[in-house]
């Protein structure tokens, strides 16, 4: 059973950069062809695929966002993980970690497993 656990600051201030990173448990982030990604929900809002890292370790980011976002992993401690820069209060979310396999990657409902999400909130 594949496990994902987000990690991170629970506050941020504006203009600073938002780091947050998803440990996975029983199962690799390098097995063929999984990509894991990041997704956030505003307040009040839907799901929001931000960007994902494949097996491969290419990355994938959405358009609005991909000016602001990088995603990297670490694949001695089964991580990867998130930066948004030069965040808003706009940027206040759950943000989840999940894992989805081909290319439909940035569809929040092809994603099988997830992370229980953590709450960040952007403010002085």
């Known amino acids: 059973q594949v496990q994902l656990q987000e990690s991170g600051p629970g506050l941020v201030k504006p203009s600073q950069t938002l780091s947050l990173t998803c440990t996975v448990s029983?199962?690799?982030?390098?097995?063929?062809?999984?990509?894991w990604s990041w997704i956030r929900q505003p307040p009040g809002k839907g799901l929001e695929w931000m960007g994902a890292?494949?097996?491969?370790?290419?990355?994938y980011y959405s358009p609005s966002l991909k000016s602001r976002t990088s995603i990297s992993r670490d694949t001695s401690k089964n991580q990867f993980t998130l930066q948004l820069s030069s965040v808003t209060p706009e940027d206040t979310a759950v943000y989840y970690c999940?894992?989805?396999?081909?290319?439909?990657?940035?569809?929040?409902?092809?994603?099988?497993?997830w992370g229980q999400g953590t709450q960040v909130t952007v403010s002085s």
């Open positions: 999940a894992r989805t396999m081909g290319g439909s990657y940035y569809y929040t409902g092809s994603h099988d497993f």
């Open positions: 029983g199962g690799s982030i390098t097995t063929n062809y999984y990509y």
């Open positions: 890292i494949a097996y491969s370790g290419s990355t």
